[in-house]
C-alpha cells in the first residue's frame, strides 16, 4: 500500500523488502502486490486489491 502511484513505486519497495529479507535465512518472498494511490488507512477499503491480496495467502 502506497500513496504513490508511479510505476518504479513497487520495485523500490521491493528492494528495500527483500534486502532485509536476506538477514534472516528462513525468510523468502513468496509474492508482491502493488495497491497505489492510498493515502490514509481508510482509503484502502473496499480496494479490489485486498481481496486479491487474500486469495495470495491461499497460495504462498
Aim: hydrophobic share 35%; net charge negative; aromatic share 8%.
Amino acid at each position: 500500500m502506497a500513496a504513490e502511484e508511479e510505476p518504479e513505486v513497487p520495485q523500490r519497495a521491493e528492494a528495500g523488502l527483500t534486502g532485509w529479507i536476506d538477514c534472516f535465512p528462513k525468510s523468502r518472498l513468496a509474492g508482491t502486490l502493488f495497491c497505489g494511490g492510498v493515502a490514509d488507512s481508510r482509503a484502502i477499503n473496499g480496494h479490489s486489491k485486498l481481496n486479491e491480496a487474500y486469495e495470495m495467502g491461499f497460495h504462498c
